[in-house]
T-cell receptor, first 114, second 112 residues
Framework: NAGVTQTPKFQVLKTGQSMTLQCAQD?????MSWYRQDPGMGLRLIHY???????DQGEVPNGYNVSRSTTEDFPLRLLSAAPSQTSVYFC?????????????FGSGTRLTVV | DAKTTQPPSMDCAEGRAANLPCNHS???????VYWYRQIHSQGPQYIIH???NNETNEMASLIITEDRKSSTLILPHATLRDTAVYYC?????????????FGKGTRLSVIA
């Protein structure tokens, strides 16, 4: 099993460009989320989804859009990249948060906006 | 805001048990204690979780005090590959509305 797969692993964008960070999981997990981690900081929740067709905002949603058309995929779109969005982005999924299961994280996408 | 308090750093000799403490004095009855670790900017890795009882899996043991106000993660035979930042997190078991809140964690250094 691949687990949670994030692509690309590295990306450099110019200010104002848009792009989509891809996240896919093959564990049939209902719950998926996106976090960002700035240097020396903890993780902050951007958006999350409790199932296909359902998404909601986390702590820092501004500048990002998400959609969940399938159980497997949860892409994160940067609408107009800004230097403040330079960060490492992690996608995570969970089998069942109500039951108390933990999250499985991807290996991250390292984004630099110049 | 993190609901847990952890020491910022700890050292452990290779092959010895690493005991990582966590205080969560305001934990509610429906909140689980989770432990994750992050090895050098990789994605966080789930280790173990518990509600009331002590738990053990292939990676670690989790000891939760009877009043649930503190817990200890035990890595029984630490190796150099266990060097990482360890996060103790309390979270209610809900449908996903409550995010995982990562504090600053404990940086564990395993020394040869």
């Amino acid at each position: 099993n691949a687990g949670v797969t994030q692509t690309p692993k590295f990306q450099v964008l110019k200010t104002g460009q848009s792009m989509t960070l891809q996240c896919a999981q093959d564990m049939n997990h209902e719950y998926m989320s996106w976090y960002r981690q700035d240097p020396g900081m903890g993780l902050r929740l951007i958006h999350y989804s409790v199932g296909a067709g359902i998404t909601d905002q986390g702590e820092v949603p501004n500048g990002y859009n998400v959609s969940r058309s399938t159980t497997e995929d949860f892409p994160l779109r940067l609408l107009s990249a800004a230097p403040s969005q330079t960060s490492v982005y992690f996608c995570a999924s969970s089998r069942g948060l109500i039951e108390g299961y933990g999250y499985t994280f991807g290996s991250g996408t390292r984004l630099t906006v110049v | 805001d993190a609901k847990t308090t952890q020491p910022p750093s700890m050292d452990c000799a290779e092959g010895r048990a690493a005991n990582l403490p966590c205080n969560h004095s305001t934990i509610s009855g429906n909140e689980y204690v989770y432990w994750y670790r992050q090895i050098h900017s990789q994605g966080p890795q789930y280790i173990i979780h518990g509600l009331k009882n002590n738990e053990t899996n292939e990676m670690a043991s989790l000891i939760i005090t009877e009043d649930r106000k503190s817990s200890t993660l035990i890595l029984p035979h630490a190796t150099l590959r266990d060097t990482a930042v360890y996060y103790c997190i309390v979270r209610v078991a809900d449908a996903g509305n409550t995010p995982l809140v990562f504090g600053k964690g404990t940086r564990l250094s395993v020394i040869a």
